[in-house]
C-alpha cells in the first residue's frame, strides 16, 4: 500500500477551524500540524473531535515581536527534524514565522506550498512591494486558496493557475448545523435564558477598525427609523410588498452584537444619541461552543467590513441555515453570497440600511428560502474541501516541485 505523503502544516495557532481542516487533511495525508503559538491573540476554544493528526506547540505564546527570528529558526528547523516532512504548507507569506518557515526549507530543499486568502483589493498595493511578494510566492510549489479572488492575485504575483487549489476557507459545518438544529428545538427556554430578543439581526466581529461596526450601528439606526416610519404610515390599511407578503413581524428587529476590542466603547457611546438603548446587544466575547446559541436564533446575518480577505463569520452563518447581507469588499462574496442574501457598498450606510429594511421586509418563508440555499453553499465549504484541496496541492508540490531562482532563495535566507 502507497504511504500518504507526510505534511507538515503551519499556522499561528491550532484554533477549532485549524482543528477541523487538519482533521479532514488527515484521513488523506500524514499530517503534523505545526502552531507556533499554544496561545491565540483571541480565547478561543477548541473543537471538541480528537485529534487525528500529530501536533506540535513551539512557544507558549508568540506575538509578532516575540521571539526573534533566530528562535524561530532553531525551532522550526527542530519540527522538521522531528516530523520529517516531505512537505511545509505555511499560511502566508509574510506571516509572523513564514519567511523564518520559508528560510528553512529553502535550505533543505523541502518543498512548500502556501495558504493564503489575500486579494488585490484587500489594500492599497505598491510596486515595490508587490516585486518582493512575487519573489516570495516564487518560492512555493503550489498554493491552497480560499476562492477566485485569491487565486487571481497569485496568478498576478506569478504563481501559474495550474499550481493553485481552493479549499483554504472553511469551517465545521456539520457542528453548526447540528447544534443550531438543536437549540432551535427548544428555542424559548434559550432564548430566555440568554435574555436574546425575538427577532433580530446577528453580527459577529473584533471590535476593530476595519469591521465597520460605527457605521452599521448608524445604518442600523436608519433602519429602525425608516421601518417605524412606514408602520406608522400603514398602521390603518393593509399593505401588500411588492415582492412579498408584508413581514410576519412588523416590529423592527434588534441588533445583538458579538465580540469585544478597542472600539467597545466608542460603540457603546453611539448608542444613547442614537435611541438604540435596549435594541442593540452587545453580549460580548462568546466562545466557540456558545457562539451557535446565537446564530440559531438570529433571523438574519450581516458583516459590514470595509475589507476582509475571506470572513469566515460568513461561513458559519450559512452552515447554521441564515440568509446573509455582507460586504462586497468581502472575499468570500462570489462564493458564499449566491441567492442566498444580499451584498452593499460597506461605505453606503444607506444602502446597508436598505438591505437590513428589506430583508426584515421579507416573509418566514422568504427568509427560510435563503437560509435553505445557504445550507446548500455551505455544503460545498466543508473541512473536507480543505483536506482534498491540500491533498491535490501536496501530491504536485512533491511530484513537480518549482524550482526558485538564486534571488528569491537568497531573500528568505536573510531571515
Not at 528547523?77 to 514565522?97: I, M, S, T
Not at 458579538?258 to 444619541?273: A, H, K, M, V
Not at 442614537?274 to 446564530?295: C, M, T
Not at 473536507?384 to 516541485?401: I, N, T
Amino acid at each position: 500500500m502507497e504511504s500518504k505523503p507526510a505534511v507538515a502544516v503551519v499556522f499561528h495557532h491550532i484554533g477549532p477551524y485549524h482543528h477541523a481542516r487538519l482533521n479532514a487533511a488527515a484521513d488523506k495525508l500524514s499530517v503534523t500540524g505545526v502552531e507556533w503559538s499554544a496561545k491565540a491573540y483571541d480565547a478561543w476554544g477548541r473543537g471538541d473531535a480528537p485529534a487525528r493528526y500529530q501536533k506540535i506547540s513551539l512557544f507558549s505564546e508568540a506575538a509578532d515581536h516575540y521571539p526573534g527570528n533566530r528562535q524561530r529558526r532553531e525551532a522550526f528547523r527542530w519540527v522538521l527534524e522531528q516530523a520529517k516532512p516531505d512537505l511545509v504548507a505555511v499560511n502566508g507569506w509574510n506571516n509572523f514565522g513564514s519567511l523564518v518557515a520559508a528560510n528553512c526549507c529553502v535550505r533543505r530543499g523541502i518543498p512548500m506550498v502556501v495558504m493564503s486568502e489575500s486579494a488585490r483589493a484587500d489594500e492599497s498595493r505598491r510596486w515595490w512591494k508587490e516585486m518582493t511578494k512575487r519573489r516570495i510566492v516564487s518560492l512555493y510549489s503550489a498554493a491552497l486558496v480560499g476562492g477566485q479572488r485569491h487565486v487571481e492575485y497569485l496568478v498576478e504575483l506569478g504563481m501559474p493557475r495550474e499550481r493553485i487549489f481552493t479549499g483554504y476557507d472553511v469551517v465545521e459545518n456539520d457542528y453548526f448545523a447540528r447544534r443550531t438544529l438543536e437549540i432551535r428545538n427548544s428555542k424559548f427556554e434559550i432564548r430566555k435564558q440568554y435574555g436574546l430578543p425575538e427577532n433580530y439581526f446577528l453580527a459577529s466581529a473584533r471590535f476593530i477598525e476595519k469591521k465597520n461596526l460605527p457605521r452599521l450601528i448608524r445604518a442600523y439606526a436608519e433602519y429602525r427609523q425608516r421601518s417605524s416610519a412606514f408602520a406608522e404610515a400603514t398602521a390603518d390599511r393593509e399593505v401588500r410588498d411588492q415582492r412579498s407578503d408584508v413581514s410576519d413581524t412588523k416590529a423592527p428587529w434588534d441588533l445583538v452584537l458579538l465580540g469585544d476590542g478597542p472600539l467597545r466603547e466608542t460603540l457603546n457611546s453611539q448608542l444613547s444619541p442614537l435611541n438604540l438603548d435596549g435594541h442593540v446587544h452587545l453580549p460580548g466575547f462568546k466562545q466557540y461552543d456558545e457562539l451557535p446559541i446565537y446564530y440559531a436564533l438570529a433571523n438574519a446575518f450581516v458583516h459590514a467590513s470595509t475589507t476582509e480577505q475571506w470572513g469566515l463569520v460568513v461561513n458559519e452563518a450559512i452552515a447554521s441555515g441564515l440568509p446573509v447581507i455582507v460586504s462586497e469588499r468581502c472575499g468570500c462574496v462570489p462564493e458564499l453570497v449566491q441567492g442566498n442574501g444580499f451584498t452593499f457598498d460597506p461605505f453606503d450606510e444607506h444602502e446597508l440600511a436598505a438591505r437590513l429594511l428589506r430583508m426584515a421586509a421579507l416573509s418566514y418563508e422568504e427568509r427560510k428560502n435563503l437560509g435553505d440555499a445557504s445550507y446548500t453553499i455551505a455544503a460545498n465549504f466543508a473541512p473536507e474541501r480543505f483536506g482534498e484541496g491540500l491533498e491535490k496541492a501536496a501530491q504536485l508540490a512533491v511530484s513537480h516541485p518549482r524550482k526558485a531562482s538564486l534571488l528569491s532563495g537568497a531573500l528568505v535566507k536573510l531571515r
